[in-house]
């Protein structure tokens, strides 16, 4: 799935009755969710290579076992594309501002008003299709670099470089002709419209 997919809602929460509450608060506008009492289980559930729905994790920050400041460090550590919605008690707030430095989307304060959390979660999921579609982008730029042969790659790098056809020629030992095809080649198989393009592509993927 891709960032077309209809959004989910991720709740990594230990109070069983705030996870019922908030699944219940998000099916109300038509929000599917999945809960997790633990952040052990919500890793385990990564693991498995579920594919990735636009969408927000809705993250408690005091938690037996691992808290919410752990998980959100692995997270980020992994590349985490959904943004993170921290959900702390009173007595948490500078934890929840310390989540806030390291990348949390925004927090919020139990008790919470129910259509604060709905704007926030709102939000985080349009903040997420722009992040995955950056993902696809990046990965079917580094896919079609694959499909590039070691020659091929050798003219790119020099093209961008920013090196005329005749220094790449010299340098590879080949005609100018022939460096041309292969440029024209590395076009094609890249999907670029122009050489502004496909140095961007390059600099995303890399």
Known sequence: MTETAAPLVLIVDDDEAMRRSMAFLFASVGLDSESFAQADAFLDRLAAGAPMRPGALVLDVRMPGMSGLELQRILVERDF?????IVTGHGDVPMAVAALKAGAHDFIE??????YLLDMVEGAIRLSRDRLAKVERRRSVVERLARLSKREREVLDGVLAGKPNKVVAFELDLSIKTIEAYRASVMTKMEAGSLAELARMVADAE
């Open 81 to 85: 594309p959904l943004p993170i919605v």
């Open 110 to 115: 139990k008790p919470f008003k129910e259509q």
